[in-house]
């Protein structure tokens, strides 16, 4: 029925989800109620539903943590936030522990995780913990033409890649590498650029290859190409734009074990290689690889809330585009649209919401 609050839940590994209604929602005194415009669709996701990699809470669980919506209600110490448009955190932390203290809250330990410690954005309502709401301006997107919906990607795919390149030192003239340019590396391609990163993207997909070329100095098919012809293209690049043959920045964003290969065996003098997002993939890395070149490797979890502005702000003055990196489809088609993320089959990064209408 039109208007009632629903979830979809995980029941199982691979089991069909399913979809409930939603009972009572009540926010507590620091939580806010969430009528949700879209949830984008993760490799994390994935890997709960499909792999059966286990989730914090037990099933069954509402699955999905890129989250966009407006607060319908609020507890006591969090009214504030009332009628607002918002963009939920994808890692909620507590906000007073010693890591969230030092700049480290994305591994917070008292940290919420919609979709994995409490139930998801895969329905039409959620509850939260105020702490952490990324405030979206509606004005200012109105003038931008872009959905609600579509800021959900803001919520894990464009700020993990705007922490990777803060935590890498992006500036101007460094050569940024971006290694799989699909739902999440198409963001690090832009915002290293905007950061005045020269980016050179690589991808086996023509596709993604083709979309992410507009924003990008270089974009390189992988596909018929060895990683020593990878690294020759690249170094001629360099040399013929007059940027350093040292000190590149890698970012990995393709999550699959030959990705990952394929981009350290990129890593030379001084070089910093970021992997954002999650691979089980076991990665062998010969110590000295790093130790000779004086190069560093960083894994990348998450992005604190207090960077989530400084992103959505990329997005509203139209330096990073989203709308051309997602495609909306209706919550009721959770299903199919796994089943087509799963299978490689999508363009672009899913995002469900509960309107109805696929476009
Ligand atoms: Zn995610
Ligand atoms: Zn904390």
């Given at each position: 029925?039109?208007?009632e ?27 806010v109620?969430?009528?949700?415009a ?40 969090a009214?504030?936030?009332i ?8 890692l ?8 969230c ?9 008292n ?8 139930h998801?954005g ?12 990324c ?22 795919a ?8 803060m ?33 050179v ?51 990995e ?14 890593v ?32 990348n ?6 960077l989530?502005?400084?992103a959505?702000e ?46």
């Amino acid at each position: 029925m039109a208007g009632e609050p629903v979830r979809w839940v995980m029941t199982g590994k691979g089991k069909p989800l399913a979809r409930i209604p939603i009972d009572t929602l009540s926010p507590g005194p620091d939580e806010v109620l969430i009528k949700i415009a879209g949830c984008g669709v993760c490799r994390t996701d994935l890997r709960f539903y499909y792999d059966g990699a286990p989730t914090r809470h037990d099933l069954p669980l509402t699955l999905g943590h890129e989250i966009s919506g407006h607060v319908i209600e609020a507890g006591d110490n969090a009214l504030w936030w009332i009628d607002r448009a918002v963009i939920v955190p994808a890692l909620i932390p507590c906000g007073h522990c010693d890591a969230c203290q030092h700049g480290r809250s994305a591994i917070c330990p008292n940290q919420k995780m919609p979709g994995n410690d409490i139930h998801g954005g895969f329905a039409t309502h959620i509850v939260v913990p105020a702490h952490g709401l990324c405030e979206v301006d509606e004005a200012r997107l109105a003038a931008t033409g872009i959905d609600l919906a579509d800021l959900a990607v803001i919520a894990d795919a464009a700020t993990s890649s705007f922490q990777a390149v803060m935590e890498t030192g992006v500036g101007p003239g460094d050569l940024v590498v971006v290694n799989g340019v699909g739902g999440v590396g198409g963001y690090a391609a832009q915002i290293a650029a905007t950061f005045g990163g020269r980016v050179v993207a690589i991808d086996i997909n023509a596709d993604r290859l083709g979309v992410i070329g507009r924003h990008c100095a270089l974009a390189l098919n992988a596909r018929d190409k060895t990683p020593d012809d990878l690294k020759a293209a690249i170094a001629s690049f360099a040399e013929s734009h007059g940027l350093r043959q040292a000190g590149w920045i890698i970012l990995e964003c393709s999550g699959t074990k030959a990705g990952r290969d394929a981009a350290y065996h990129l890593v030379h003098e001084r070089a910093v290689i970021a992997a954002i997002g999650c691979s089980m993939d076991r990665v062998e890395i010969r110590n000295p690889k790093l130790m000779h070149f004086h190069a560093r490797a960083i894994e990348n979890w998450g992005c604190p809330p207090e960077l989530y502005p400084q992103a959505l702000e990329l997005v509203l003055n139209g330096r990073v585009k989203v709308t051309e990196f997602v495609e909306k489809h209706a919550l009721d088609e959770i299903n199919e649209v796994f089943a087509a993320a799963h299978a490689g089959a999508l363009k672009r990064r899913a995002v469900l919401h509960a309107g109805g209408a696929t476009s």
